[in-house]
Structures are given as structure tokens and as C-alpha cells.
């Protein structure tokens, strides 16, 4: 018999890495106990929360909810970021996916914050999403589409009058990040704790800042993920939380051109995985030299409330998890 309960994700990251191993096929991110373990610790005033489905004694669906903190313009709110939605395949089909996003938003555990989340384009997913979210008496709204974007080394660095370096502290990032000012963007929005919390991942991550003259005009968090793929593991370079002013394209380039360095360095090919990048034109993505990917997400913003003021947001740069 088929069933679901609410649980605290921390004590479940064992049986939820086991399922999303199992339910995504390569390449996909190597889904660990460690990985998740973190995302559910983010220093937050909400507290993460999430559900598991179960045939019997046996786990068979995991979805989780992890805090962030969001902002649009000037008013910016606690936030959820729903994810980790996986099925075992061998249990697809039966209504699980639509059985553990009812248990999870109508309990007490997911307060009434705003959902930030995201679904791979026109899947079975992304319709059980659709359908659960309005179901439980959230307004649903569009936060556009992102096609996976990737980066390939070239035979000499681009030349570029742009600075990229790591930032000294986190307080440099914070303060960088705190210039997206494009009034459509839900921008992700750490505070140093959290950014503290970003720099623990057990995945290798650097906070990169964008220099014009010695001034930020971007900056992104670097990831060194691992990824699952049909042969075992690889690592893979990404560039997350894009905030680019001025000149978007030439920052897109300076910070793509260092995260390839990077990766040659740490023993990839240097080719950088951009999941997310909000805000630029496809003209500017060109102008970057990044080529578009097979792979694409869409995103949605959730609210209980119809008036929340988040809901006019149109697209988000905050990682897609």
C-alpha cells in the first residue's frame, strides 16, 4: 500500500540521495547523503522540510523544500526552494509524484513563504507540478525558461579589459550581488551566513567577483560538481547566481574564461555548465561564446497569497536545484 508522510529531510538523506540516484538518468548530478545533507542545513529563519513516499517499509519518492531568501527590487522575503521531486522507476505512473506534493504543501511544516522551484520543459513533472500547486491553493506564476548553456575553451583566452578574481570575503560578494537591480529578476539574495553556508557545500565552490577599473560589474558562484554519467563520474565546471551589470556579454565572457582556467587546473577539459543564466539576451549569450544545450527547466514562483508583490517577478537567477 502506498503511502507518504511529512519528515525532517536532514534524518532522510541517506533514502532520499538513494532515490534521486535512482530516478534521474546520466548525466545528472551525483546526488550524495553529503550534498543533501547541506542544502537542507541552509541558515534560515524557515526551516527545511520534506516527504517521503513509501510502498510498505520501502522508500519509493522523496520531494524536499530547502530555505532561501528572495528579492524583487526592493522587498525581499523568506523563501522555499522545492525540489529533489524523484519517483523509482519501477513505481512511475502510480500517482506517487502528485502524492508526495500534496503531503508536503498542505502541511503545517511548509509555512505559507513563497515557492521558488522548477521542472524540466513539457514533463510528466513539470504537469504534476502544475496540477498540485493550484490544487493546494497556491497562485502559480511563470519565471520563464532556461535552457542549459555551455561554455568550450578556446585555443587562447578571449581578450577582455575585465578583472575576475575570488572574492576576499563574503562580505565583497554580498555587496556585489546586491547591484542586480533589473526589476523583473527574483534575485537570489544570501546574507553572509548563507553565503558562509555556500562555501561548505562538500562540492567545491568559489565566490567570483567581476572587476571594471577595480568595481564590481558581476560576479557568480563557481561549482565544481560531480556528475553521474553512463560510464561512472565526472566533474563538471558550473557557473551559478549570475549578477551582471554594464556590459553583460563581456562579464559573461571574463567570468566563463576563468571558470575554464579553473577547470583545466582541477583536471576537467575547461568546458563551463551555465544551468541558469537569467537576464541575458541570446544575442549576449552568443557574444559571450556560449552555445545553447538539449537540456531546459522551466520556473515557477508559488504563492498562498494572490498579492504577494514576488509574483510579478518574470525570471530568477537563483540556482536551479
Known amino acids: 500500500m502506498l503511502r507518504a508522510e511529512c519528515v525532517d529531510p536532514c534524518l532522510y538523506v541517506e533514502e532520499a540521495a538513494a532515490i534521486l540516484r535512482a530516478a534521474w538518468q546520466p548525466p545528472s548530478l551525483h546526488y550524495t547523503a553529503d550534498y543533501l545533507d547541506w542544502q537542507f542545513r ?4 524557515l526551516r527545511s522540510c520534506g516527504a517521503l513516499a513509501y510502498e510498505g517499509s520501502t522508500p519509493v519518492g522523496f520531494i524536499g523544500a530547502t530555505p532561501r531568501t528572495l528579492r524583487l527590487a526592493e522587498n525581499e522575503q523568506a523563501a522555499y526552494v522545492v525540489s529533489f521531486v524523484a519517483v523509482r522507476p519501477d513505481w512511475r505512473g502510480r500517482g506517487i509524484a502528485s502524492l508526495l506534493y500534496r503531503t508536503l504543501l498542505t502541511s503545517d511544516l511548509l509555512t505559507t513563504a513563497p515557492v521558488v522551484t522548477f521542472a524540466e520543459s513539457d514533463s510528466a513533472g513539470e504537469r504534476a507540478l502544475q496540477r498540485s500547486y493550484p490544487d493546494a491553493g497556491y497562485s502559480l506564476s511563470s519565471l520563464g525558461e532556461y535552457p542549459l548553456h555551455g561554455y568550450l575553451p ?32 527574483l534575485w537570489n539574495a544570501p ?35 560531480d556528475l553521474q554519467t553512463a560510464h561512472g563520474h565526472d566533474a563538471a565546471i558550473m557557473l551559478e547566481n549570475l549578477v551582471l551589470i554594464g556590459d553583460q556579454a ?14 583545466k587546473a ?54 536551479i536545484i
Not at 42 to 45: E, Q, S
Not at 202 to 219: K, M, N, Q, S, Y
Request: net charge neutral; hydrophobic share 35%; proline share 9%.
Open 42 to 45: 541552509f541558515p534560515a529563519p
Open 154 to 185: 578556446r585555443l587562447q583566452s578571449p581578450e577582455t579589459s575585465l578583472q575576475v578574481i575570488e572574492a576576499p570575503d563574503v562580505e565583497a560578494f554580498h555587496a556585489a550581488a546586491r547591484l542586480g537591480t533589473a526589476p523583473q529578476t
Open 191 to 225: 546574507t553572509p551566513d548563507i553565503l558562509q553556508h555556500y562555501l561548505r557545500d562538500p562540492r567545491p565552490r568559489r565566490l567570483l567577483l567581476c572587476l571594471a577599473d577595480g568595481e564590481p560589474t558581476g560576479c557568480a558562484m563557481l561549482l565544481h560538481a
Open 250 to 263: 563581456e562579464a559573461l565572457k571574463a567570468l566563463c574564461a576563468y571558470s575554464s582556467q579553473y577547470g
Open 266 to 319: 582541477s583536471g576537467s577539459n575547461g568546458s563551463v555548465m551555465l544551468p541558469n543564466p537569467c537576464g541575458i539576451s541570446a544575442q549576449g549569450l552568443k557574444a559571450a561564446g556560449l552555445r545553447q544545450l538539449p537540456s531546459r527547466f522551466r520556473g515557477y514562483l508559488c504563492c498562498t497569497d494572490p498579492q504577494n508583490a514576488l509574483l510579478q517577478a518574470a525570471e530568477t537567477n537563483i540556482e
